[in-house]
């Protein structure tokens, strides 16, 4: 006679497939909080628009104490002044800059005055875990020449936004929001009353360890896509297009980041002809190394510029 065997049922196998697909499963309640809607294009100008100058400029920073320090600034070159030609008409000219700034983790203040009389000063303060004040002025002797701004940043678990007052009744905010690990939405108003100009923007932003890619677009006109790869840990690649359909004015350009033992070496070339390179060259232990150079062929104006910085 046949005896039954009880054969416990054998457990379901689980393929590297579906453990991948579970390590996926996406906490909506517990999404990284995003970058400021004002940063959106970070990578991107980080590669594609560096500090370019043209001419000489030396700086010497002197820290005073841990959180107090003063730098001094020298600058030594040609400014750029309208014309109605096609050629870029220069001058020379050379000031001084003289800074003092404090920094303290909840507390940081950055003041710069020039000695055509020109004052700047920035201020970035905590008041609370999540809220934030952030401030800059430029006070100048000519007339319309001076403004102010201050933006409040109020920071969420998955969501950012700021409040924006600015004198010539300056009213702006903007909301940006992370809907998965990788991707966020943002918006933003604004309504300058002394120009009788009002504006409304969208942005979304996509971003891996690997890439970054972005695109806004706004009711003055604006159109900006950007796309950042990360090709090693020391070299990344950028792009972007600009396209304004009220001027129909389109620029797209290329640029790289390059990150060696002892320098960073940033350019890029853009659809108009124009190419640029940045280098920072760390010679010694706070000593600095600046060459800046920008080729435009098509106006004919080439900037060339050197410079040290001392000091941390």
């Known amino acids: 006679m046949a005896t039954a065997l009880n054969v416990p049922p054998t457990a379901p196998i689980t393929t590297p497939q579906q453990m991948k697909k579970e390590e996926e499963k996406v906490d909506y309640l517990n999404l990284p909080c995003p970058i400021p809607y004002e940063e959106i294009h970070r990578e991107a100008l980080m590669s594609l628009k560096p500090e ?4 000489m400029r030396f700086d010497f920073n002197k820290g005073l104490s841990p959180k107090f320090s003063l730098s001094h600034s020298v600058f030594m070159g040609p400014m750029e002044i309208p014309s109605q030609s096609s050629e870029t008409i220069k001058i020379p000219t050379a000031h001084y800059e003289f800074g003092a700034n404090f920094i ?3 507390l940081m203040l950055f003041g710069r005055i020039l000695t055509d009389g020109r004052l700047n000063a920035r201020l970035k303060c905590d008041l609370t875990e999540n809220l934030s004040l952030k401030a800059n002025a430029q006070i100048s002797s000519e007339p319309h020449m001076s403004h102010g701004m201050a933006t409040f940043d109020y920071k969420g678990t998955d969501y950012r936004s700021q409040f924006q007052l600015g004198n010539g009744a300056l009213f702006g905010a903007n909301y940006i929001q992370s809907v998965t690990p990788h991707l966020s939405f943002g ?5 300058a009353g002394q120009h009788r100009k009002s504006g409304i923007g969208y942005a979304a932003r996509y971003n891996t360890e690997k890439m970054v890619a ?6 003055t006109g604006l159109v900006a896509l950007s796309y950042v790869q990360k090709v ?3 070299v ?3 792009s972007d297009f600009m396209y304004n359909y009220m001027s129909r004015d389109v620029t797209a350009s290329f640029g790289y980041d390059y ?3 002892q320098c960073r070496l940033r350019g890029k070339i853009d659809s108009n002809g124009v190419a640029a390179a940045f280098l920072e060259e760390r010679l010694n ?4 190394f600046i060459l800046s150079a920008e080729l435009d062929h098509s106006k004919k104006d080439y900037k060339f510029g050197f410079g040290l910085t001392v000091g941390e």
């Not at 232990?285 to 600095?288: A, E, H, R």
């Open 52 to 55: 370019l100058f043209e001419g």
């Open 104 to 106: 303290d983790p909840k």
């Open 187 to 191: 918006g933003e108003v604004f309504w």
């Open 214 to 219: 972005t695109g806004q677009v706004a009711s």
């Open 232 to 234: 090693s840990e020391k």
């Open 236 to 238: 990344s690649l950028a």
């Open 259 to 261: 990150i060696l033992r």
């Open 285 to 288: 232990m706070g000593l600095n």
